[in-house]
């Protein structure tokens, strides 16, 4: 299983980015979590928002109604579209995805917001 996160990048406060997550060697079934997790320099990696076929997407306090996670059976890709995005946004972002006791870990993308 491999996963590849995309669509990191420098924005101002108050702007967006879409990042993306394609899965290789793996479908995203009904069995199958995905999340998004990220990192901020000297802090633990936090969960920000997850998401599966056949329950409601969950997301951190701090991101809800700014961000919406999403996926596509069709592609195996998983998105995280964030709006009015705030300095403290700033972290790398990685894509996970959990089957049963497996766990899969994309690369992270950097997110970077200046106020």
């Known amino acids: 299983v491999q996963l590849q996160a995309s669509g990191g990048g420098s924005v101002q406060a108050g702007g967006s980015l879409r990042l993306s997550c394609a899965a290789s060697?793996?479908?995203?079934?009904?069995?199958?979590?995905a999340a998004w997790y990220r990192q901020g320099l000297g802090k633990q990696r936090d969960l920000v928002a997850s998401?599966?076929?056949?329950?409601?997407?969950w997301y951190l306090d701090s991101v809800k109604g700014r961000f919406t996670i999403s996926g596509d059976n069709t592609k195996n890709t998983m998105y995280l579209q964030m709006n009015g995005l705030k300095p403290e946004d700033t972290a790398i972002y990685y894509c996970?995805?959990?089957?049963?006791?497996?766990?899969?870990w994309g690369q992270g993308t950097l997110v970077t917001v200046s106020s």
């Open positions: 996970n995805i959990r089957r049963f006791t497996s766990n899969f």
């Open positions: 060697g793996i479908s995203f079934g009904p069995d199958v979590v």
């Open positions: 998401w599966s076929s056949v329950a409601r997407p």
